[in-house]
């Protein structure tokens, strides 16, 4: 027994056999087709679970009432919805299935699925990476929250709805509360401390994206700088339901990743000594640009005279400093 790859992927491995599973209200939830193809003599497990499916309707069973129906890639690429139980409804459902396999795969089921995978002890890779993937989250979050302060988000209220933003078009949700509340976390815990580093990526992306975006269009004001965020995320989404990708919503949690295990030693604060002088801050320009028409020629195949034509173009009206120095 084995399996393909850490936990964030969204297929295990048991006896060979390809079981996929999705992360579900605080759980693994897995593919029943799948288990009936692992423990079932039979070279048409669709047909299998079909007949046994009608079977516990029929019996009336709470463990029919148990199965969900969620987004699972299938074979074509796609994400496609599929019968799925989380671990007790699955073990319940493994007596209905005469099988030399049926321990074995208890036994792998509760060595692989029973634990969150917060619970579970990561390997020196996957902490390293991590702990690099947050560290570049925070400094992209950075990067964006100080460019919008030159755009018309200012007060604390303002930035923790473009946070909001940056969440609800990527994980389909309305805030980072009910994000925090769906996924059951600690009191006063934050997202970020739980991400793997699929979901470290994915949250990059949108960051970057949407500073790029708001630089590109020299977008202005609150309403429109947090439209953009939820667009990338939306487009995002889009994107990867196409390829068949896990929604990052469904991805499991991870082990809590500490502040002292990502961020550099001069980051994490301490005491301050009041009477040390102030360390030197390197000046950053942001350039501020408009959207402004300009007027140039096009040739008009059917006249000798040339006509005036305008486009839109990106004109610099001033470089303002984030520390500036005294004159």
């Not at 399996?3 to 209200?25: C, K, M, Y």
């Not at 990561?122 to 100080?146: G, M, N, P």
């Not at 969440?167 to 925090?180: D, M, W």
Request: with cysteine; glycine share 4%; charged share 30%.
């Amino acid at each position: 027994m084995e399996e393909i790859g850490d936990q964030s992927l969204t297929v295990a491995l048991f006896d060979r056999f390809p079981i996929r599973r999705t992360w579900h209200n605080g759980e693994w939830f897995y593919s029943l087709v799948d288990i009936v193809a692992a423990l079932a003599a039979t070279p048409i497990p669709r047909r299998y679970w079909s007949d046994l499916k009608k079977q516990l309707n029929v019996m009336g069973s709470q463990v029919y009432a148990s199965i969900v129906q969620l987004p699972l890639p299938a074979p074509d690429g796609k994400m496609r919805k599929t019968d799925c139980a989380n671990r007790e409804t699955v073990l319940r459902i493994i007596q209905s299935i005469p099988s030399p396999n049926a321990e074995p795969f208890k036994q792998w089921l509760a060595n692989v699925g029973a634990l969150a995978l917060e619970e579970q002890e990561e390997t020196e890779q996957i902490k390293s990476l991590r702990a690099e993937h947050r560290l570049k989250l925070y400094a992209l979050d950075t990067l964006l929250h100080e460019i919008v302060t030159f755009r018309g988000i200012t007060t604390p209220e303002q930035h923790e709805r473009l946070s909001d933003s940056n969440y609800s078009g990527l994980y389909n949700t309305a805030t980072r509360e009910r994000l925090i509340h769906e996924r059951r976390l600690p009191f006063g815990a934050t997202l970020e401390e739980f991400m793997g580093v699929t979901e470290y990526v994915a949250n990059e992306f949108q960051r970057a994206s949407t500073t790029s975006l708001i630089e590109q269009r020299n977008l202005q004001g609150e309403d429109a700088i947090n439209q953009a965020a939820e667009d990338v995320g939306v487009e995002m989404r889009l994107m990867m339901e196409r390829l068949g990708l896990p929604m990052p919503e469904t991805l499991p949690r991870h082990r809590r990743l500490s502040d002292g295990e990502w961020m550099p030693e001069e980051m994490l604060g301490g005491q301050v000594d009041w009477d040390a002088p102030p360390q030197e801050v390197a000046d950053r320009v942001i350039p501020i640009y408009e959207l402004a028409e300009e007027e140039g020629e096009e040739l008009d195949p059917d006249s000798p005279v040339s006509r005036q034509r305008s486009k839109k173009a990106l004109r610099l009206i001033e470089e303002r400093h984030l520390n500036p120095k005294e004159e």
